[in-house]
């Protein structure tokens, strides 16, 4: 079992930046990949990013792609997403996912994913 715990969200205005953050705890060794999705009020989580633990390959969604940077920090189990020229539509809760095995077809599906965090809201404002 993996625990996740997201922080960093808040307000911010059009063309600021916030750094988020997932803390992962317990049987985190064998991770195989951790993702950011999002889910905005009325739609589908959709996925922003994701970052295998191994070997650091990286996933964006086309909408974050030069916006948004996801990162890892092996020693203290975190994977960070840097949001940068944040727009309104960014606006979202946003959700850490891991699992133990993601295949590259299925890295940006929810499906994919057993473990989530409990979410942390960002707010954009234009």
């Known amino acids: 079992q993996v625990q996740l715990v997201e922080s960093g969200g808040g307000l911010v205005q059009a063309g600021g930046s916030l750094r988020l953050s997932c803390v992962a705890s317990?049987?985190?060794?064998?991770?195989?990949?951790t993702a950011w999705f999002r889910q905005a009020p009325g739609k589908d989580r959709e996925f922003v990013a994701a970052i295998r633990w191994s070997s650091g390959t990286t996933y964006y969604a086309d909408a974050v792609k030069g916006r948004f940077t996801v990162s890892r920090d092996n020693a203290k189990n975190t994977v960070n997403l840097q949001m940068n020229s944040l727009k309104p539509e960014d606006t979202a809760v946003y959700y850490c996912?891991?699992?133990?095995?993601?295949?590259?077809?299925?890295?940006?599906?929810?499906?994919?994913?057993?473990?989530w965090g409990q979410g942390t809201q960002v707010t954009v404002s234009s």
């Open positions: 996912a891991a699992d133990y095995f993601v295949t590259s077809r299925l890295v940006d599906s929810p499906r994919a994913y057993d473990y």
């Open positions: 317990g049987r985190t060794l064998s991770t195989d990949a």
